[in-house]
């Protein structure tokens, strides 16, 4: 199992919506979900444990997009697509993906305020994110960030996760990822 704890009580919110979608998709009954063995306020302990991935299988490729796919069908996108967000579990004879970090998670066509890889994200999300506008999150939006994601795998395996900080500047880097990408 793997435990996740809060750090920061502004991450709260997060561990409350990542347990009632995790809930939602049990009813997938999905070897890529993460299952809640038990939570608190600031406490989520899930299972399967996984293992950082350094690779895509064929295989993997499909059951992430067939398990996006079922997830959107009950009307939830994951929204926080990326290398970080999967893992592996070993302790499975296929040793299945697992898509983690339903967190950031909204309902289909909500309005969201931005969250998630800017790198990985489709063109209209950093526009949206450049003119300050309330982003409408859909279902492409983790087919974009899952396609960009694996692309930057690929072609840049080094690329460290960037952090979130005070003095970041969003709308220049989503600037500048749009006229780079
Ligand atoms: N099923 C899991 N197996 C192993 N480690 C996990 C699992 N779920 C989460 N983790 C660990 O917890 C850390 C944080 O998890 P995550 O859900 O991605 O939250 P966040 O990225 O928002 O901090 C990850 O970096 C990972 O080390
Ligand atoms: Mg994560």
Redesign the pocket.
């Given at each position: 199992m793997?435990v996740?704890m809060a750090k920061k009580i502004d991450y709260l919110p997060?561990f409350t919506k990542e347990r009632i979608v995790l809930e939602k998709l049990s009813e997938l009954e999905s070897p890529h979900i993460?299952k809640i063995l038990f939570y608190n306020d600031d406490v989520l302990v899930?299972t399967?444990?996984?293992?950082k991935i350094n690779n895509l299988r064929k295989k993997d490729i499909k059951d992430i997009i067939t398990t996006l796919q079922n997830a959107h069908s009950l009307g939830i996108i994951h929204r926080d697509l990326r290398k970080?967000?999967l893992?592996r579990n070993l302790d499975d004879l296929c040793e299945n993906i697992?898509i983690?970090?339903w967190?950031y998670s909204v309902n289909n066509s909500e309005s969201a305020i931005f969250a998630g890889a800017l790198e990985c994200m489709p063109d209209y999300v950093l526009q949206s994110l450049i003119n300050g506008e309330q982003i409408a999150y859909g279902p492409q939006v983790d087919l974009t960030c899952f396609v960009r994601s694996f692309y930057l795998m690929l072609h840049r395996p080094t690329l460290d996760r960037v952090p979130f900080g005070k003095d970041d500047n969003i709308e220049e880097r989503a600037h500048m990822l749009l006229n780079l990408l």
């Open positions: 793997a996740k997060c993460p899930l399967p444990l996984g293992e970080f967000n893992y697992l983690v970090d967190g």
